[in-house]
């Protein structure tokens, strides 16, 4: 929002977070970028917020990866699909994978060893792989790309990736 909001002065955006420290750290970042009378701040699960109206489009950065159902990350999908304007854009980047895969276990260890080139602790390390092990929901590309189309989007393409992160754009069809 910060870098958009300075590029694009009339977009106006909608910020929606579980948690409370997100959202008051997003007020405060938003408001030293004099940008905060152009945001409104919703706390809670998207599939839970009703928008007074449709959106152009919406970005959804390292989310998804962490709802743990398939179900319950269908219908996180579904709405942001029900709250974009047919055409509406989406930017989507998470983790992924197939954690069965040869190349999933290599990504993982040179993901988090390129974490020591700055001067990260083995502790820290060892912190943040228990942390991807056990609070991550990694999918496959395939399977994201099923759920976006169960979601009502187009086939995404991906234009980012390094190690087990990926970036796709996509747009609403449906």
């Given at each position: 929002?910060?870098?958009?909001?300075?590029?694009?002065?009339?977009?106006?955006?909608?910020?929606?977070?579980?948690?409370?420290?997100?959202?008051?750290?997003?007020?405060?970042?938003?408001?030293?970028?004099?940008?905060?009378?152009?945001?409104?701040?919703?706390?809670?699960?998207?599939?839970?917020?009703?928008?007074?109206?449709?959106?152009?489009?919406?970005?959804?950065?390292?989310?998804?990866?962490?709802?743990?159902?398939?179900?319950?990350?269908?219908?996180?999908?579904?709405?942001?699909?029900?709250?974009?304007?047919?055409g509406g854009v989406?930017?989507?980047?998470?983790?992924?994978?197939?954690?069965?895969?040869?190349?999933?276990?290599?990504?993982?260890?040179?993901?988090?060893?390129?974490?020591?080139?700055?001067?990260?602790?083995?502790?820290?390390?060892?912190?943040?792989?228990?942390?991807?092990?056990?609070?991550?929901?990694?999918?496959?590309?395939?399977?994201?790309?099923?759920?976006?189309?169960?979601?009502?989007?187009?086939?995404?393409?991906?234009?980012?990736?390094?190690?087990?992160?990926?970036?796709?754009?996509?747009?609403?069809?449906?």
């Amino acid at each position: 929002m910060l870098s958009l909001g300075k590029i694009f002065p009339s977009w106006r955006f909608i910020a929606v977070d579980i948690s409370t420290n997100m959202i008051n750290a997003c007020q405060d970042k938003t408001a030293e970028a004099h940008l905060h009378d152009r945001v409104t701040f919703l706390h809670g699960r998207l599939q839970d917020c009703k928008l007074s109206r449709l959106c152009d489009a919406a970005s959804s950065i390292f989310v998804s990866h962490f709802i743990k159902c398939r179900e319950e990350k269908l219908s996180y999908f579904r709405s942001i699909s029900a709250n974009l304007k047919i055409g509406g854009v989406l930017v989507l980047a998470d983790l992924f994978g197939d954690k069965t895969s040869s190349e999933f276990a290599t990504l993982m260890d040179v993901w988090l060893r390129s974490y020591a080139l700055h001067g990260v602790s083995d502790e820290e390390l060892m912190n943040d792989r228990n942390h991807v092990n056990s609070d991550v929901d990694f999918i496959t590309e395939n399977e994201l790309i099923l759920m976006l189309d169960e979601a009502g989007f187009a086939a995404p393409i991906r234009f980012y990736q390094t190690y087990l992160f990926g970036g796709w754009v996509t747009t609403r069809v449906v």
